[in-house]
């Protein structure tokens, strides 16, 4: 076992982050501006990482501020439908709204995102919504990077860092990367880099190890910053590179692994399919490889449905995927 995460706490995962509502076009491959029809989903990447745990068996926990309004309602009612606790969910009361999601798909390899988030719910999260207690019942607390754009959700986040290392729970860090509500690079780095120097678990793209090592001077490499962080606090380090597949960095070791094949309808959400797979497998003590291939096969279901959170596989989905493309290409197909 790579973390030693206590099995005597009835969360397995807290998380705490942003949760969203995604609208993507029904009528897809047109721009948006040609798109008339859009279909509603519970958004956010912690928000489908916690959906995608629960629907793997797992228990999960969830800090948030969402919008007073059927807005709010809904979320709090998808999450509460999908067995996420929502104990921690709190309601704004200065009028933020939860942020929108509209999904432009021009192809099965070419999509667009445009967010509006201002006056956003998610960044009003406060410190005095995080509390100890529901932290020491995690056996991990995971912390979205784009929490950490705006006060006063940034300390809020560094709180539950703070709080975490108290109560010797690891922390996972998801780097998440959005430009929006972000001021400068400067900041993103300062901010990144807090949190992922305290980190039992990277997760984060290439553009996203470069942006939190701004000030590092290390090479744009993978073994580079596998390297710094697991000489920080980091057991493991995964750095995700799209179509080229991505590697897990533990103990002097790295393991790679491809995409399955898919008939991709979309080029988003594959990142939170693999998080919370890849999450699971951690979690219940598996070979770091092992934890890949699931990551690797959620994500490529991910991006071949309309949708994120509820279209996230269960585990004998992902196994029934996983044997269906080994059948069909082969035993390794999926490893580097």
């Not at 933020?96 to 719910?121: C, H, P, Q, V, W």
């Amino acid at each position: 076992m790579y973390i030693n995460f206590d099995q005597s706490r009835p969360f397995d995962l807290a998380l705490l982050g942003r949760a969203a509502i995604d609208f993507n076009p029904v009528d897809y491959f047109q721009t948006l501006a040609e798109s008339t029809t859009f279909k509603k989903y519970l958004g956010g990447s912690p928000a489908n990482i916690a959906v995608g745990l629960s629907r793997l068996g797992k228990k999960c926990g969830f800090f948030c501020r969402v919008s007073d309004d059927r807005f709010g309602d809904y979320v709090i009612g998808e999450f509460e439908r999908e067995g996420v606790d929502t104990s921690r969910v709190r309601r704004c009361v200065n009028g933020e709204k939860l942020g929108l999601t509209f999904t432009e798909i021009l192809s099965r390899d070419e999509s667009s995102i445009l967010m509006y988030r201002n006056n956003i719910a998610d960044l009003a999260l406060e410190p005095g919504d995080i509390d100890e207690e529901y932290i020491s019942q995690a056996k991990a607390l995971l912390i979205s990077g784009t929490s950490l754009a705006q006060s006063p959700s940034r300390e809020a986040a560094l709180k539950a860092v703070a709080l975490a290392q108290k109560t010797n729970t690891p922390i996972i860090f998801d780097i998440d990367y959005r430009p929006y509500n972000w001021v400068s690079k400067d900041e993103i780095a300062v901010y990144y880099a807090k949190v992922a120097v305290a980190a039992d678990v990277i997760l984060g793209s290439r553009e996203e190890f470069d942006l939190t090592e701004k000030f590092l001077g290390l090479p744009e490499t993978d073994e580079a910053s596998a390297a710094y962080w697991q000489g920080q606090n980091a057991k493991i380090v995964v750095i995700k590179h799209g179509k080229q597949g991505s590697t897990a960095y533990v103990e002097g070791d790295s393991f790679s692994i491809k995409p399955f094949p898919i008939n991709a309808l979309k080029s988003f959400g594959g990142g939170d399919g693999y998080g919370s797979a890849f999450l699971y497998g951690l979690l219940e003590g598996w070979e770091l490889m092992d934890c890949l291939e699931l990551g690797s096969a959620s994500a490529s279901l991910l991006v071949g449905a309309h949708g994120c959170s509820c279209f996230m596989p269960t585990l004998t989905e992902i196994r029934d995927y996983i044997a269906k493309c080994k059948a069909e290409y082969g035993e390794m197909v999926a490893r580097c």
